[in-house]
């Protein structure tokens, strides 16, 4: 089936250091892949997305995703994690445009230690 | 702005009975979604919608049924409640350009079935 996996559950990173949160994507086609982050008790928001051109795009609050063909991964990274950044993340995807069935990773609860 | 907005936040159902949840977007978009978030499992794709008059199932569609009578409503109806159907629900809404743009959230219903 079409869709993205997030093979993390739970990720424990101490303040400062650097983060990497992993996606595998299973599209036939180049698909449309975003990240998204939900805060305790809170909607989802969007951090960043990918559909075309440069491998390498930036989000907000300091957060980047490289989207690598050859290994069907969408990896997100942030170079030093801040207390704020607890929360859970998803990736999601669309297979391609006209495609409008968006669905979602089960997600990586990610803890910052002091 | 209003955005994406869900009615009702909490609900208590008892098992067999039915309801509705509401969802109304005030943004012109044309794709509406209802997932369902369950802990481990992510956000799993109820049902979706492209336009008005239209629905299509996502991945997890038995015991509940949708309609888009009104572009800017989506409505989620459960007809005969069980407790595998507590859960949290948001609904989400995505403009004309659909697969490759932000979807934005709801704040999410927290239904309990007993």
Known sequence: AQSVTQPDIHITVSEGASLELRCNYSYGATPYLFWYVQSPGQGLQLLLKYFSGDTLVQGIKGFEAEFKRSQSSFNLRKPSVHWSDAAEYFCAGNPNFGNEKLTFGTGTRLTIIP | ?114
């Open chain 2, 1 to 114: 702005n209003a955005g994406v907005t869900q009615t009702p936040k909490f609900r208590v159902l008892k098992t067999g009975q039915s309801m509705t949840l509401l969802c109304a977007q005030d943004m012109n978009h044309e794709y509406m979604y209802w997932y369902r978030q369950d802990p481990g499992m992510g956000l799993r794709l109820i049902h979706y919608s492209v336009g008005e008059g239209t629905t299509a199932k996502g991945e997890v569609p038995d015991g509940y049924n949708v309609s888009r009578l009104k572009k800017q409503n989506f409505l989620l109806g459960l007809e005969s409640a069980a407790p595998s159907q507590t859960s949290v629900y948001f609904c989400a809404s995505r403009p004309p350009q659909g697969a490759r743009t932000e979807a934005f959230f709801g704040q999410g219903t927290r239904l309990t079935v007993v």
